[in-house]
């Protein structure tokens, strides 16, 4: 069993089959096609890039977010998001999330608010988007950039509304253990005629109209560049994987439901157990089934008994703040962050996970609670 992975079958290997025989790998037609796929998807703007790293970093400097800047996240996140704000000289500023559903805490990051701030970057934590209405409002009356990392949130909906049709701009990522997978990738999707274009241009080094011509498999040889850029495209190779997975996103989205309520009716049983306030009824697609076990201290004992059993478990996240490179000892602490941090456990979640492997891991959970309290 693993606790995350890519569910993949011939229609992805016939289509790389097709972008190799083809004898161009770059950035073409095979990415302009899936663009226009995305765009239709999300009734929206999108460009593809190499990862959600880069979606993220290409976003926030379009977006006009630069050196010196600070910028508000929840420290309790992959430090992929930290790291595409340090890129673009960014401070990231560690926010505190809410124990009950793991969602950046609006109030705590109402505190940090500083004359530096420019942007918050709110995390779509498992496909959850409870924070979504708070965070727009926050932005609103701060006159701050908001731009979600909605890496694990695609499929989702919040208010019957899809993640990224909206207004504003939201990231997402392809890489290979997310809800739909192009080998590596990310997304920026956005109503902002002014991102698009900036990252445009960027995500190619900066050379102006690049990424339009190379749709037609023309490059620019005679050129100009006004700013920054990185090497961030797509290939075509990862634009065909992606192509076939959007097709089948609706029903991993379906499985993924599924498993997610089977879990948490079994883990009802189990009183040590606490489930976040995620609701799949609300749209969520969960793409991490983190669970809490209040009072937990020694996690690696359980885990390692569970491992022994087969079962593969996750930590997601280590929080940022407690990492060398993004400490900051004068902040004020992370309450519920520190409290719930050593609290967490992932347990298997992906489509190709059975009901009774389900069953298995929570009667082995059941079975080996003692150690999570040695
Ligand atoms: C919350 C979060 N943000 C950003 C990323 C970055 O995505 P990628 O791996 O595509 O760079 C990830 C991926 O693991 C993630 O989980």
């Not at 600070?70 to 996140?77: D, G």
């Not at 023309?218 to 190779?237: K, L, Y």
């Not at 609300?282 to 004992?301: A, K």
Request: with cysteine; hydrophobic share 40%; net charge negative.
């Amino acid at each position: 069993m693993r606790l995350s992975q890519p569910v993949l079958d011939r229609k992805e290997l016939k289509a790389v089959r097709r972008v190799l025989k083809s004898e161009f790998l770059g950035m073409g037609k095979e990415v302009s096609e899936f663009e226009a796929l995305l765009s239709d998807y999300f009734s929206n703007q999108v460009l593809c890039v190499n990862t959600g790293t880069s979606a993220l970093q290409l976003a926030l400097s379009a977006a006009g977010v630069g050196a010196g800047d600070e910028v508000l996240v929840p420290s309790l996140t992959y430090v992929a998001t930290y790291q595409a704000i340090s890129a673009i000289g960014a401070i990231p500023v560690s926010c505190d999330v809410q124990i009950n559903d793991l969602q950046i805490d609006i109030v705590d990051a109402g505190n940090r608010l500083t004359s530096k701030t420019r942007a918050v970057v709110p995390v779509y934590f498992s496909g959850a988007t409870t924070c979504l209405e708070r965070v727009e409002k926050f932005s609103f009356e701060n006159g701050l950039i908001n731009i979600p990392d909605a890496a694990h949130a695609l499929g989702s909906m919040n208010e019957g509304k899809l993640i990224g049709s909206g207004q504003g701009t939201n990231v997402f990522s392809l890489d290979g253990i997310k809800n739909i997978t192009s080998g590596e990738g990310g997304l920026i999707v956005s109503s902002d005629p002014e991102v698009i274009q900036n990252a445009k241009d960027a995500r190619l080094l900066g050379v102006i109209g690049d990424s339009s011509r190379r749709a037609s498999r023309e490059r620019s040889w005679d050129f100009d560049v006004r700013d920054q850029g990185w090497r961030f495209h797509m290939s075509d190779v990862f634009a065909a994987i992606g192509k076939v997975q959007l097709s089948k996103l609706e029903n991993f989205a379906r499985i993924r439901k599924a498993h997610f309520s089977y879990y948490s009716e079994l883990l009802a049983e189990i009183p040590e157990v606490t489930l976040f306030d995620w609701d799949i009824n609300d749209g969520m697609v969960p793409h991490v089934f983190v669970i809490r076990i209040p009072g937990m201290t020694s996690r690696e004992s359980l885990r390692s008994k569970l491992l022994a059993e087969n079962i593969p478990t996750g930590i997601h996240y280590k929080p940022n703040h407690l990492l060398s490179f993004y400490k900051n000892l004068d902040a004020a602490p992370l309450v519920a962050t520190d409290q719930v941090f050593p609290e967490i456990l992932t347990l298997p979640l992906h489509t190709k996970l059975t009901k009774s492997q389900i069953s298995d891991v929570t009667m082995k959970l059941r079975k080996n609670l003692a150690h999570a309290f040695e």
